[in-house]
């Protein structure tokens, strides 16, 4: 249970900086454009790490590895649902 928490901590903290980074790369030419190739390269980078990466580790089928794929998975979800899809770029208003 505690793995749980960690997962979502660690989940947390690489969306804030992952996020981040995708935002100011998406936003840095000089046309006032966003680059909307970067914004959904991150939503499938953060995708893959928090329900790829979580799923994966399920089938280790060892106790910490449970914990913490359960904890990336429910990160991926609560910053989905959260910020209704603004960390995790599902939200479709970020694309055009």
Do not use: E, H, K, Q
């Amino acid at each position: 249970m505690a793995l749980a928490f960690v997962g979502v901590t660690v989940y947390s903290i690489l969306n804030i900086v992952l996020g981040f980074v995708v935002l100011v790369m998406a936003t840095s030419n000089s046309n006032d454009t966003i680059n909307t190739g970067i914004l959904v390269a991150g939503a499938l980078v953060l995708a893959l790490v928090g329900l790829g990466a979580g799923a994966g580790l399920l089938f280790v089928r060892r106790p910490w590895a449970t914990g913490l794929g359960l904890g990336l998975m429910l990160g991926w979800a609560l910053w989905s649902i959260v910020s209704a899809g603004y960390c995790t770029g599902l939200n479709p208003t970020m694309y055009g």
